[in-house]
C-alpha cells in the first residue's frame, strides 16, 4: 500500500503572506477581515481564536479597529469608504489578484473587458469593480459562444482559473473581435498545483483533495484529479472514511493552496493509518476479523430486509440487523418508509449509535444522504451548473426541495416575476441553481430565478440583435396599467402605449386587450441600451383620417355618438379615430348655456358637417345649421304646395264686385 504526496500543495505564497499579516495586524489592536481572509475555515476559526474576527460590510467595523483586505481583494469603492470613514488599513490582498486589478483598470478604458472565472467569487466581483461598466464575466465556453460581437476585446483571467478553461475560451473570443489583447493573469503557483496533482492522479487508483469546499483553487484540484481516478474533497482528516480504500493500492494526496501544512499532515497520518488497519484486516480470517468496521458515524452498505410504519430494518453484515428510524429516512418531514425504499434495495447508511435498548445498530440513510450529497452540492455550488429538485413543502418565505440535504428555495427566486401562491408549485420539478451553500451550517439556499433571469436575458440580446423599427411580430399580453399593455415579444416584453393602441380615444387598455391575449404589433421604436421596446397595434390600420375628405364631405349630414362633453362644446364619434366637434354656439338654434342642457354622452345626434380639415384631423358639425335647413326646406314644401291662384285685372275684380252688389 503506497501514498503518493503531490510535490506542490498546500499554502501559496499569496495565502500565506496574507495570514502572516493578518497575524501581525492582531498584535497591534483589534482586527477585522472584511469577509473570510482565505477560504479555510479552519484557518479562519484559527484567526479567530487570535481576536481576527470576519465582518460582511465595513459598517459592521468596531470603532478603531483595523481593517483586514483579505487576499481575494476589493473594489476600489471599499478603499474610498475606508478612506473616508478614517479606517486603519492592512491590505492583504495576493500580488498576484493587485496586477489582475490593474490590468482590468487599464484595459476597460478602451476594451470591452471579459474576466474569464467564477462570477460569484470575491476575487472577480472585485476585478470587476475595477474594470467599471465597460466589463463583463464569462465561466464557460457555452457563455462565451453567446457574446455578441465587439471591435475591440480584451481578456483576462480569475488568477486561480485552469489554465485549460482560459486558453479554451480565448480562442473563441477570437471569433467575436477583429482585436483580442490577451492578460495571462493565472498564478503560477496554481499552475503548479494543478499540474502535480495531474501527474499523481495519473498514477493513483483514489485522489484525496484536501482544502476549503469553498475554495475554488480546491474545487478546480479536485475536479483535475476527478477526470483521472475516483476523488474526495475533504476540509479535516476526520471527514475520511476507511470505504473508500477498499481495493486501493496506491492512493494520491494534494491539497489546496488555501491549506495549512499541519491540515496535510494530519490527513496523511489518518491515511497511513487506514492504509495500515487495511493490510492487517486482509490478513485476518476469522468471522470477528471479516466484520466491517462499525462505529459512530461510520458509512456503511446494506440490504433492506424488513419495513414497519416507521421503522427500516437493514442487513449491514453485522451481528445484528441495523434500524433505521422514519425521521432519519429522508430529509424531508413526515416521509413514510415506502416512499423512499423497499425490500431487497441495497442503500448506503451512516451509523448513529452501535447499539439501542434491542441491540440494534442505529441508521440513517438521511445523513448518508448527506455525505454523498455533499461533495455533488459543493461541486455545484462552485460550477454554478444547474440541478433539479421537486418541490415538496411550502415553508415561510418559500419552498423545501430534497437534494440529499434539505434546500430552500424563497419565494423571490422562484421566478422572475411576484409568485402570490406557493402551493402551486408543491410537486412541480424545479430549476435550481445553489446561490448559498454552507456545509457546516447545513444551509442550502437555491434559485429557479437566476436560472430564468439569464435565459431571459440571452432571449433579451437576441431579439434586440433581430428586430428592427417597423417589424410585425407577435407576443402575448403580460400585464395591463392604466398607460399601457406589456407584450411578451419571447422573454421581453414591449410596451403597448394607451395612446398607440386605438385612433379614437382610450379610457382602459383592458377595452383593446387583456391578459393572455394573442397579438400582432408593430415594433415602433428599439432603445437596446435602456432595454425598451415600444410597439403599436393602431399603426397595423389604415388611419381613418387618410380618408376622411372622401367620407365627410362639407354640407352632408351624420349620425354619431355623443363621447366627450367640454365646457366649449360634444365631441361624437364619427369611426374608430375621427372624433367631431360640436361647438356649443351650434348645438340648437337658440342660446346654450351648458352643453349638457342639449345633449349627454351616449346620445346619438344627428347634424351637418359644416367643416372637414383631415390634413389638421378637424372635424365640426352643427346640430343649428341642421335645424335651420330643416325649417328652410319645410317652408319651401308648404310654398311649393299651396294651390294656384288665377290672376285677375283690376277691371275683371271691380266688375265682380258690382255683379255681386246686385
Known amino acids: 500500500m503506497e501514498i503518493i504526496r503531490a510535490d506542490k500543495a498546500g499554502f501559496c505564497f499569496g495565502v500565506k503572506r496574507a495570514i502572516e499579516m493578518a497575524a501581525k495586524a492582531s498584535k497591534n489592536g483589534d482586527a477585522a477581515s472584511l469577509g473570510p481572509l482565505i477560504h479555510n475555515q479552519q484557518v479562519v476559526d484559527y484567526l479567530t481564536g487570535q481576536g481576527i474576527q470576519v465582518i460582511d460590510s465595513i459598517e459592521e467595523l468596531q470603532p478603531g479597529a483595523q481593517l483586514i483586505i483579505r487576499s481575494h481583494g476589493i473594489a476600489p469603492a471599499g478603499y474610498e469608504s475606508a478612506a473616508h470613514k478614517n479606517i486603519p488599513l492592512i491590505d492583504a490582498t495576493c500580488p498576484f489578484v493587485q496586477k489582475a486589478q490593474r490590468l482590468a483598470a487599464e484595459a476597460s478604458k478602451s476594451n470591452m473587458l471579459i474576466v474569464v472565472g467564477d462570477r460569484n467569487h470575491p476575487e472577480v466581483q472585485g476585478i470587476l469593480g475595477w474594470a467599471g461598466s465597460h466589463s463583463r464575466v464569462v465561466e464557460t465556453l457555452e457563455e462565451a459562444q453567446r457574446l455578441s460581437f465587439f471591435s475591440k476585446l480584451a481578456v483576462l483571467a480569475q488568477t486561480t482559473l485552469p489554465r485549460s478553461t482560459f486558453l479554451e475560451i480565448v480562442e473563441e473570443l477570437k471569433s467575436h473581435t477583429e482585436q483580442l489583447i490577451i492578460y495571462d493573469t493565472i498564478c503560477n503557483a496554481t499552475s503548479e498545483r494543478q499540474d502535480s496533482a495531474a501527474e499523481v492522479s495519473e498514477r493513483a487508483d483514489l485522489m484525496i483533495v484536501v482544502g476549503g469546499r469553498h475554495s475554488s483553487n480546491t474545487r478546480k484540484l479536485e475536479s483535475i484529479c476527478g477526470k483521472k481516478c475516483p476523488t474526495h474533497l475533504i476540509e479535516t482528516a476526520d471527514e475520511l472514511q476507511q470505504i473508500w480504500f477498499a481495493d486501493v493500492r496506491k492512493a494520491g494526496l494534494t491539497a489546496g493552496a488555501s491549506t495549512p501544512d499541519w491540515i496535510i499532515e494530519e490527513v496523511y497520518k489518518r491515511m497511513s493509518e487506514i492504509l495500515e488497519n487495511k493490510d492487517n484486516e486482509e490478513t485476518m480470517e476469522n468471522f470477528e476479523g471479516s466484520l466491517p468496521e462499525l462505529y459512530r458515524g461510520a458509512l456503511v452498505k446494506g440490504t433492506v430486509v424488513k419495513m414497519t410504519h416507521d421503522e427500516v430494518y437493514v442487513d449491514i453484515s453485522w451481528k445484528s440487523e441495523g434500524v433505521i428510524p422514519q425521521g432519519e429516512l429522508s430529509a424531508v418531514r413526515g416521509t413514510r418508509p415506502e416512499e423512499v425504499v423497499k425490500l431487497g434495495d441495497e442503500i448506503e447508511v451512516v451509523v448513529l449509535r452501535l447499539e439501542n435498548e434491542d441491540g440494534h445498530p442505529v441508521l440513517s440513510k438521511r445523513r448518508a444522504n448527506e455525505i454523498k450529497a455533499r461533495e455533488v452540492l459543493a461541486k455545484a455550488a462552485e460550477t454554478k451548473e444547474e440541478i433539479q429538485a421537486v418541490a415538496v413543502e411550502v415553508v415561510k418565505g418559500g419552498l423545501l426541495v430534497d437534494l440529499g440535504m434539505r434546500g430552500f428555495v424563497p419565494a423571490s427566486q422562484i421566478q422572475p416575476d411576484f409568485v402570490a401562491d406557493l402551493n402551486q408549485f408543491v410537486g412541480q420539478t424545479l430549476r435550481l441553481r445553489i446561490i448559498e451553500f454552507d456545509e457546516g451550517k447545513k444551509k442550502l439556499v437555491l434559485s429557479q430565478k437566476a436560472i430564468l433571469a439569464e435565459e431571459r436575458e440571452q432571449e433579451k440580446e437576441k431579439l434586440f440583435a433581430t428586430i428592427k423599427e417597423g417589424d410585425v411580430v407577435q407576443g402575448v399580453v403580460r400585464r395591463l396599467t392604466d398607460f399601457g399593455a406589456f407584450i411578451d415579444l419571447g422573454g421581453v416584453d414591449g410596451l403597448l402605449h394607451v395612446s398607440d393602441m386605438a385612433f379614437s380615444r ?157
Do not use: M
Request: charged share 30%; with cysteine.
Open 506 to 662: 382610450v379610457s382602459n387598455p383592458s377595452d383593446i386587450v387583456n391578459i393572455g391575449d394573442e397579438v400582432e404589433v408593430q415594433i415602433i421604436s428599439v432603445d437596446q441600451s435602456k432595454g425598451r421596446i415600444s410597439l403599436g397595434l393602431k399603426q397595423l390600420k389604415t388611419n381613418p383620417w387618410d380618408q376622411a375628405g372622401t367620407k365627410y364631405p362639407v354640407g352632408s349630414t351624420v349620425q354619431a355618438k355623443v363621447v366627450r362633453i367640454a365646457v366649449f362644446g360634444a365631441f361624437v364619434q364619427l369611426e374608430d379615430g375621427i372624433d367631431a366637434l360640436i361647438h356649443i354656439s351650434q348645438l340648437a338654434d337658440r342660446r346654450v348655456g351648458k352643453v349638457d342642457e342639449v345633449v349627454k354622452i351616449g346620445d346619438v345626434i344627428e347634424a351637418k358637417i359644416i367643416e372637414c380639415k383631415p390634413e389638421e384631423k378637424r372635424i365640426s358639425l352643427s346640430i343649428r345649421e341642421l335645424i335651420a335647413d330643416k325649417q328652410n326646406a319645410d317652408a319651401q314644401e308648404d310654398l311649393e304646395n299651396q294651390p294656384e291662384i288665377k290672376e285677375v285685372t283690376i277691371g275683371e275684380a271691380v266688375l265682380s264686385a258690382d255683379e255681386n252688389e246686385q
